[in-house]
C-alpha cells in the first residue's frame, strides 16, 4: 500500500504561483509514474502533468510553459510548480502513483486551488 497525501493549495490571485507537494508514505518513485491530475467542478477529472519512473515529463497543452512537475527521491515527494496561474486553474488537484507495470494505482485526497480573476 502506498498513502499519498497532497498539500500547497490555496487561493491565489491570476498571475500567481503556488507550489503544490505529494507525499509517498514510502520510496516508490523508481517504481511508479507519477502524474498530476484535477478536477473542475461540473467537469471530469484531466490529466496536468506526468513524470515517469525515468524522468520523462509530459504536460497537458493548457498548463505547457506555466507548471513544472518534479520530485525529491529524498524526501519522497512530488511537487508541482504552477506559475501564472489563471482563473481556468482552479479545481482539486490530485496526486496519482500508478506502478510501471499496472500492479496498482493509488490516489491522494487531493488539494483545492482557486484562482480569483
Known amino acids: 500500500q502506498v498513502q499519498l497525501v497532497e498539500s500547497g493549495g490555496g487561493l491565489v490571485q491570476a498571475g500567481g504561483s503556488l507550489r503544490l507537494s505529494c507525499a509517498a508514505s514510502?520510496?516508490?518513485?523508481?517504481?511508479?509514474?507519477m502524474g498530476w491530475y484535477r478536477q473542475a467542478p461540473g467537469k471530469q477529472r484531466e490529466l496536468v502533468a506526468i513524470?515517469?519512473?525515468?524522468?520523462?515529463?509530459n504536460y497537458a497543452d493548457s498548463v505547457k510553459g506555466r507548471f513544472t512537475i518534479s520530485r525529491d527521491n529524498a524526501k519522497n515527494t512530488m511537487y508541482l510548480q504552477m506559475n501564472s496561474l489563471k482563473p481556468e486553474d482552479t479545481a482539486v488537484y490530485y496526486c496519482?502513483?500508478?506502478?510501471?507495470?499496472?500492479?496498482?494505482?493509488?490516489w491522494g485526497q487531493g488539494t483545492q486551488v482557486t484562482v480569483s480573476s
Open positions: 496519482n502513483a500508478n506502478h510501471r507495470a499496472g500492479w496498482a494505482d493509488y
Open positions: 514510502r520510496s516508490i518513485f523508481s517504481a511508479y509514474n
Open positions: 513524470l515517469t519512473t525515468g524522468g520523462s515529463t
